[in-house]
C-alpha cells in the first residue's frame, strides 16, 4: 500500500464514501436587488450547468512543479496541464500577506475594497490603554487577528450563495468565525488545538453542528507517525530517534496534521453533498518552504549543523508537493468530468527572506474542465481574476466594482459569448447583510497562530 496516499497512510482510515444525492436541475433566479438583472442559469428540460471545485494551493511555485512534472511525479497536477489550461497567476504588487492576497482572490478585489489588509489589525495606545483599564491584558499586549467580520466585500462563495447555490468552504485564511452560507463553512481555525476553546460556542464551522465532525476527523501533529513523515525524509530507525531528529520535523507534524485535517473534513464534506460550488485550501506547501527552502543558510530556523541532516531534510519540499498532489488527485476523481477545476496559489516562492520576503511574485494557476481550453497557455492573469473566471463559469457576469476579469486564455468560447450582453452589473455588493461587529474578535486559539507566524519568519 502506497504510504503516501492521503486517505490511506498509517495512522489515517479511509473516510467511507456515503451514497450521492440525486442530482437535481438547477435553478437560478438572481434578483440582485436594484434592477441588476436576473440570471436563470437551468430551468426545467435544461441542462445544468457544471459545477465548481477550487483549490487553493498556498505559495505553489513552477520552479519547484515544473521539475517534479518532467519526473512524472505529480500525476493529478500533470493532468490538470495537459488536458487544461495552465500559467503563472500574478500576485498584489508589491508583495503582501497570504490573508491579504487570499482575500483578493475570494472577492476580485483590491485590498482596500475588501478591508483584509494584515493578520492583525493594528492597535494605538489607546486600545491598549482601554484594555488595560478593563483588566484584559491579552488585549492589552497584543494585536488582535483579522477575523471574518471585517471583511467589507463579499467572497464567491457568498455570491454565489446568494444566488441559490449550493456551496462547502474549508480552510480559508480569515474565515473565523464561521459566516451563515448557503451550504457549509469550516474555518482556518479548525487546525488549531480544539481544547483551549472549553465549551464555549467556538464557531468554526457553520452550521455549529459540524464541529463535531471536524473534531472526528481532526489530526494533531502528536498523532502524526513517523511512518507517515517518510513520506518527506528518508526513514530512520525508529527505535534510536534523538531528540535532535525529532526537533527538525517537530514543524513537519504540524504542517502536515492541519493539512490533513482540511483535507479529510473537505472530502467528507464534499463526498456527502457534491455542492455546485467547493473550494478547499491547503496552507502545507507555503509553510514547508519557509521551514525547509533555505536550511543550509546560518539565519535560517532549521539550519542544519551537518551534511547528514541537510541529506535528511532536503527532499522535504518537492516531497509536499508530490503529497498536496495526492490531496488534489483524491479531489480530482471525485469530482468527475463534468466539473470545472480551478487550483491556484496565491504567490510563488523563492527563499532568501523572512516572511513576505521568501515570496515571488508568479504563482500558479491550472484549469480543466467542461468550460475549459484543452492545452491551453494562461498568461497575464493575476490573482484578482479568479472570481470573475468562478462567475463566468455559471455564466454571471463581473461586477464594474471588481478589480479582476475572467481568464479568457483558458475558457471556451461559448462561456464569454453566454454572457453576451450581461457585463455591465453595478456590483454584487447591494444584497450584502447590514450590521454586525466592525471590531476584531479574539479567540481561545490567538496566541498559537501568533506563535506559527512567528515560527514562519511573518512576525518577530
Given at each position: 500500500?502506497?504510504?503516501?496516499?492521503?486517505?490511506?497512510?498509517?495512522?489515517?482510515?479511509?473516510?467511507?464514501?456515503?451514497?450521492?444525492?440525486?442530482?437535481?436541475?438547477?435553478?437560478?433566479?438572481?434578483?440582485?436587488?436594484?434592477?441588476?438583472?436576473?440570471?436563470?442559469?437551468?430551468?426545467?428540460?435544461?441542462?445544468?450547468?457544471?459545477?465548481?471545485?477550487?483549490?487553493?494551493?498556498?505559495?505553489?511555485?513552477?520552479?519547484?512543479?515544473?521539475?517534479?512534472?518532467?519526473?512524472?511525479?505529480?500525476?493529478?497536477?500533470?493532468?490538470?496541464?495537459?488536458?487544461?489550461?495552465?500559467?503563472?497567476?500574478?500576485?498584489?504588487?508589491?508583495?503582501?500577506?497570504?490573508?491579504?492576497?487570499?482575500?483578493?482572490?475570494?472577492?476580485?478585489?483590491?485590498?482596500?475594497?475588501?478591508?483584509?489588509?494584515?493578520?492583525?489589525?493594528?492597535?494605538?495606545?489607546?486600545?491598549?490603554?482601554?484594555?488595560?483599564?478593563?483588566?484584559?491584558?491579552?488585549?492589552?499586549?497584543?494585536?488582535?487577528?483579522?477575523?471574518?467580520?471585517?471583511?467589507?466585500?463579499?467572497?464567491?462563495?457568498?455570491?454565489?450563495?446568494?444566488?441559490?447555490?449550493?456551496?462547502?468552504?474549508?480552510?480559508?485564511?480569515?474565515?473565523?468565525?464561521?459566516?451563515?452560507?448557503?451550504?457549509?463553512?469550516?474555518?482556518?481555525?479548525?487546525?488549531?488545538?480544539?481544547?483551549?476553546?472549553?465549551?464555549?460556542?467556538?464557531?468554526?464551522?457553520?452550521?455549529?453542528?459540524?464541529?463535531?465532525?471536524?473534531?472526528?476527523?481532526?489530526?494533531?501533529?502528536?498523532?502524526?507517525?513517523?511512518?507517515?513523515?517518510?513520506?518527506?525524509?528518508?526513514?530512520?530507525?525508529?527505535?534510536?530517534?534523538?531528540?535532535?531528529?525529532?526537533?527538525?520535523?517537530?514543524?513537519?507534524?504540524?504542517?502536515?496534521?492541519?493539512?490533513?485535517?482540511?483535507?479529510?473534513?473537505?472530502?467528507?464534506?464534499?463526498?456527502?453533498?457534491?455542492?455546485?460550488?467547493?473550494?478547499?485550501?491547503?496552507?502545507?506547501?507555503?509553510?514547508?518552504?519557509?521551514?525547509?527552502?533555505?536550511?543550509?543558510?546560518?539565519?535560517?530556523?532549521?539550519?542544519?549543523?551537518?551534511?547528514?541532516?541537510?541529506?535528511?531534510?532536503?527532499?522535504?519540499?518537492?516531497?509536499?508537493?508530490?503529497?498536496?498532489?495526492?490531496?488534489?488527485?483524491?479531489?480530482?476523481?471525485e469530482a468527475g468530468p463534468k466539473t470545472n477545476v480551478i487550483v491556484c496559489s496565491d504567490h510563488g516562492f523563492q527563499?532568501?527572506?523572512?516572511?513576505?520576503?521568501?515570496?515571488?511574485?508568479?504563482?500558479?494557476?491550472?484549469?480543466?474542465?467542461?468550460?475549459?481550453?484543452?492545452?491551453?497557455?494562461?498568461?497575464?492573469?493575476?490573482?484578482?481574476?479568479?472570481?470573475?473566471?468562478?462567475?463566468?463559469?455559471?455564466?454571471?457576469?463581473?461586477?464594474?466594482?471588481?478589480?479582476?476579469?475572467?481568464?479568457?486564455?483558458?475558457?471556451?468560447?461559448?462561456?464569454?459569448?453566454?454572457?453576451?450582453?450581461?457585463?455591465?452589473?453595478?456590483?454584487?455588493?447591494?444584497?450584502?447583510?447590514?450590521?454586525?461587529?466592525?471590531?476584531?474578535?479574539?479567540?481561545?486559539?490567538?496566541?498559537?497562530?501568533?506563535?506559527?507566524?512567528?515560527?514562519?519568519?511573518?512576525?518577530?
Open positions: 500500500m502506497d504510504p503516501i496516499r492521503p486517505h490511506t497512510a498509517p495512522g489515517d482510515p479511509l473516510i467511507q464514501r456515503p451514497r450521492r444525492r440525486a442530482r437535481h436541475l438547477l435553478r437560478l433566479v438572481a434578483g440582485v436587488a436594484l434592477g441588476l438583472g436576473v440570471w436563470t442559469c437551468a430551468g426545467a428540460g435544461e441542462k445544468p450547468r457544471p459545477k465548481v471545485l477550487l483549490i487553493g494551493v498556498d505559495a505553489g511555485e513552477w520552479d519547484v512543479l515544473g521539475p517534479l512534472l518532467d519526473q512524472k511525479r505529480v500525476p493529478a497536477f500533470a493532468k490538470l496541464r495537459d488536458t487544461g489550461a495552465s500559467g503563472k497567476l500574478r500576485s498584489l504588487e508589491p508583495l503582501t500577506k497570504s490573508p491579504v492576497i487570499w482575500a483578493s482572490i475570494a472577492t476580485g478585489k483590491v485590498p482596500k475594497k475588501h478591508g483584509v489588509s494584515d493578520f492583525f489589525v493594528k492597535q494605538g495606545e489607546r486600545e491598549r490603554s482601554a484594555a488595560r483599564a478593563r483588566g484584559d491584558s491579552a488585549a492589552a499586549e497584543s494585536d488582535p487577528m483579522v477575523t471574518s467580520n471585517l471583511w467589507r466585500a463579499r467572497p464567491i462563495w457568498d455570491i454565489l450563495g446568494s444566488l441559490g447555490k449550493k456551496v462547502g468552504v474549508v480552510g480559508w485564511w480569515t474565515t473565523w468565525p464561521a459566516q451563515p452560507v448557503n451550504g457549509s463553512l469550516i474555518t482556518d481555525y479548525v487546525q488549531y488545538d480544539l481544547a483551549d476553546w472549553g465549551a464555549r460556542d467556538t464557531r468554526r464551522t457553520y452550521p455549529a453542528s459540524l464541529d463535531s465532525l471536524v473534531a472526528a476527523l481532526r489530526r494533531t501533529p502528536e498523532s502524526v507517525s513517523w511512518a507517515e513523515l517518510f513520506q518527506f525524509v528518508p526513514a530512520i530507525d525508529t527505535t534510536k530517534v534523538t531528540e535532535r531528529q525529532k526537533s527538525l520535523v517537530q514543524q513537519l507534524r504540524w504542517i502536515y496534521a492541519a493539512d490533513m485535517t482540511f483535507y479529510r473534513v473537505a472530502m467528507h464534506l464534499y463526498r456527502a453533498s457534491h455542492p455546485e460550488f467547493f473550494t478547499v485550501y491547503f496552507r502545507g506547501v507555503d509553510e514547508v518552504s519557509h521551514v525547509y527552502w533555505d536550511i543550509d543558510l546560518p539565519n535560517n530556523s532549521q539550519f542544519v549543523s551537518s551534511d547528514a541532516e541537510y541529506d535528511w531534510l532536503k527532499r522535504i519540499v518537492p516531497n509536499y508537493y508530490v503529497f498536496t498532489d495526492r490531496l488534489i488527485g483524491d479531489f480530482l476523481r527563499g532568501g527572506g523572512k516572511g513576505v520576503g521568501a515570496h515571488k511574485v508568479d504563482g500558479i494557476v491550472l484549469m480543466m474542465g467542461p468550460d475549459v481550453m484543452r492545452d491551453a497557455n494562461i498568461s497575464g492573469a493575476t490573482v484578482l481574476d479568479i472570481t470573475p473566471t468562478v462567475l463566468a463559469l455559471y455564466g454571471l457576469p463581473t461586477a464594474l466594482d471588481m478589480d479582476g476579469r475572467p481568464i479568457e486564455d483558458a475558457l471556451m468560447p461559448g462561456v464569454m459569448k453566454r454572457l453576451g450582453h450581461e457585463k455591465h452589473l453595478a456590483t454584487y455588493e447591494t444584497a450584502r447583510p447590514k450590521g454586525g461587529s466592525e471590531e476584531p474578535l479574539r479567540s481561545p486559539v490567538d496566541e498559537e497562530l501568533r506563535e506559527r507566524l512567528r515560527s514562519l519568519g511573518y512576525i518577530q
